[in-house]
Each structure stands twice: as structure tokens, then as C-alpha cells.
């Protein structure tokens, strides 16, 4: 489990999460790059070529002849192009807290965990991977996938309370990350088809899943009933988008 989630959940539930030969860390403690120097270059050159070509292993190639490296580098990516998906997840996922701030004391959580989810939105768009996600999202749902990728929506949604400033300390501390994973995972599948203008479909779309979550999740006091309502959604919407799973 990742150490950001650890030191994030509630103190009382901490030791449940932890490993026995974890270590303790504060939140100022510096976490090692995810990627090395050579597998990032030749991931985030690869990157570019994904609007052109997809999260292909030809992506992957011309990224490696891009970066300076033999075309054998890409055997550095054993999973191929799910770890060109996996590139995109965890550098935009880390990348959030410096597309958007928050200077204005009176936004109240809900208001920023809407604009960061869009923000994370638009970070697809900029990327140009858009009208890829299909693709990226066929590879994420490979059984031998699906973990990672579950493990990174988890991480997001984490990621976007944290910046949010949410700080409860009981058991909705789950239930609200659990409920904007499904809620963030339904939304990037619509923006796939998304012919609106700047993506204003999407975005309609979110406030009425949102809006769904206040009042359902009130109506079931928080409960795993709430969760699973969302996850059977999730996995109905993205079947119904050819994904595998």
C-alpha cells in the first residue's frame, strides 16, 4: 500500500495498513522518483507519440529512438504499453498539486474535489491522449491489470481528498474515496465520447454524479451499499465501452 495513503488514514486504523517492517515517515519525507532517469525519458517521449499512434509498443519505440536509446530499451517496460498507461496515471496523478491551487479560504471541499477532478480531466485533454483512453482503458481492465489499475484510481481519489483539505478521521474517510473513485472512473470513460465543446458534456456529467453521491450517500448513511452502487455502475459503463472485464 502506498506510504502517502498510510500516513493519510485515520491514525486509530494506521497499523492495520502498515507492513511490520514499515517504516514510520512524516508527510514532509521525500518519496523516491517513481520512474528512473532512463525509463522516464523514454516514457514521456513515447507519450507524445501516443496521439498518433496509441498505447502501442510502436509508442514505445519511437519514444525509445527519441530519447537516444536503442530500440531494445523498451524491454525495460516488461508490461509494454500498460506501462506507457501506467506512466501517464502516476506522473498526472502526481503532477495535480501544481496544476491547481487553492488561495480562497471559503471554497469549501466539495467545490475544490470538483475543480481538482476536472482538473485531472484536462489534464488527458493536454496530454492528447483523449481519444486513446479507450485504448488505455482496454489495457487497464487485462486481469493481470487490473490491480495497478485499481491501485492508481485508489491513489487518485486519495490524492484529490488530500489537496482538497478533507480531514475526517473515521470510517467516511474510506467510504468518500471509495465513492470518487467510481464517480471519477464513470466520468473519464464519458469523456471518451465526449463531442461537446471544451468537454462541457463531461463536466455536466460529473455535477450530476456528484450531486448523485450527496443525496444517495446520505439517503444510505455512508454505506457500503453506496459502494457498491458505484462500483456495479462503474463496471456496467465501462462494458458497455468494449472494455474487457
Known sequence: MALRTIL???AAVRPLLIQPRALYHSYEHNEPPPYRDAESAIL??????????GFTEEALSLGAKEAGYLDISSNLFPKGAFDLVTYHLVTQRLGLKDRIQF??????VGRKVRSLVLERLRANVDAGVVGRWQEAL???SLGENIPRSLKELSGLSDEIWFLAGDMSVDTSWYTKRATL???YAATEIYQTTDQSTEFRDTEQFLDRRLEESRVAGSAVGNTLEWIGFQGGAM???MRSKGARI
Open 235 to 237: 463496471v456496467n459503463l
Open 103 to 108: 488561495h480562497d479560504e471559503k471554497i469549501g
Open 8 to 10: 493519510r488514514a485515520p
Open 181 to 183: 473513485a467510481g464517480i
Open 44 to 53: 514521456s517521449s513515447a507519450l507524445a507519440h501516443v496521439p498518433l499512434h
Open 138 to 140: 482496454a489495457l487497464m
